[in-house]
């Protein structure tokens, strides 16, 4: 079933997708420097990496995905560059995170602060290189061309 909302749907520019992707690493570095819930600082880290991939993935196919498996999202973006093969593990590990730290659970759910920082870690590395990459072959944000947002090249 889709979503339904008030307004537009999702933006179709990648770097607005970046943007709230910086700020969702941005909160999970306050909240682990200041002492903040373990389990807010894991779940901004899975936001910032599922609009990060979402944005690069609108960058290089054209179009939206949907969704929030972060492992089927990788796995999307390997297939336009073999460097994200590296984070599928590392994705995988992360989609724990959505549901877990933001529902209570009758079972134990904890998170150490070196997994904190291990998690914090892996988001921004996997941030500055979509960052980097997008930045670094356009130059500089722009809006995604009709023909992209069709499936044409």
Not at 115 to 129: N, R, T, W, Y
């Amino acid at each position: 079933m889709a979503r339904r909302r008030k307004g537009s749907g999702d933006s179709l520019y990648y770097y607005k997708w970046l943007d709230k992707a910086l700020s969702d690493l941005q909160s999970a570095r306050i909240l682990l420097t200041w002492g903040g819930d373990p389990m807010a600082v894991a779940f901004h880290c899975q936001q910032a990496i599922e609009k990060a991939l979402k944005g690069y993935l609108l960058f290089r196919l054209g179009r939206h995905f949907d969704g929030h498996n972060l492992t089927f999202l990788c796995r999307q973006a390997a297939a336009c560059d073999p460097r994200f093969e590296s984070y599928v593990d590392e994705s995988a590990a992360l989609n724990n995170y959505y549901i877990e730290t933001r529902y209570p659970t009758d079972v134990p759910f904890v998170i150490t602060e070196t997994q904190e920082h291990k998690i914090l870690s892996m988001a921004e590395d996997m941030f500055g290189m979509i960052r980097k990459e997008l930045y670094d072959t356009v130059g500089g944000p722009h809006e995604i061309h009709e023909e992209r947002r069709m499936g044409r090249s």
